[in-house]
């Protein structure tokens, strides 16, 4: 099984609105509005200044994402980053990949400085 997080592209944008849908069916506070969605998604996709778009495939099929999203902590008084993750249902148990090493990937491949908002192409591999 070869698991991968990539940055996500306009060929993602139906399949990231699937996993908003199903996530937004288990949450109360928010429904699937698919344009919404689509919307929003895009928005994130065409701006990278706001925010990063991140795909989890397995065996090259999107099973999960995350956004990174860009704020101002006046807590902390400068830019930071927001990490929110979206993962289908039973994906730990089918990977065996934690939560918590998924977020250190996105983070990893948040902050390095080869993999600018402009590079569309960088990948981290991972063994599973």
Do not use: H, Y
């Amino acid at each position: 099984m070869k698991t991968t997080i990539d940055f996500a592209t306009t060929d993602d944008l139906e399949a990231l609105a699937d996993l908003l849908a199903e996530l937004f069916t288990l949450e109360s506070d928010f429904r699937p509005e698919r344009n919404k969605q689509l919307r929003g998604l895009r928005l994130i996709l065409d701006n990278p200044q706001i925010g990063r778009l991140f795909v989890l495939r397995i065996d090259e099929e999107v099973a999960g994402m995350a956004n990174a999203l860009i704020t101002v902590s006046t807590a902390e008084g400068r830019s930071v980053v927001l990490l929110a993750r979206r993962v289908i249902p039973g994906l730990r148990n089918q990977t065996g990949t934690p939560s918590t090493t998924w977020l250190a990937l996105i983070k990893a491949v948040a902050v390095t400085p080869s993999l600018s908002p402009s590079s569309r192409t960088a990948s981290l591999v991972i063994t599973a």
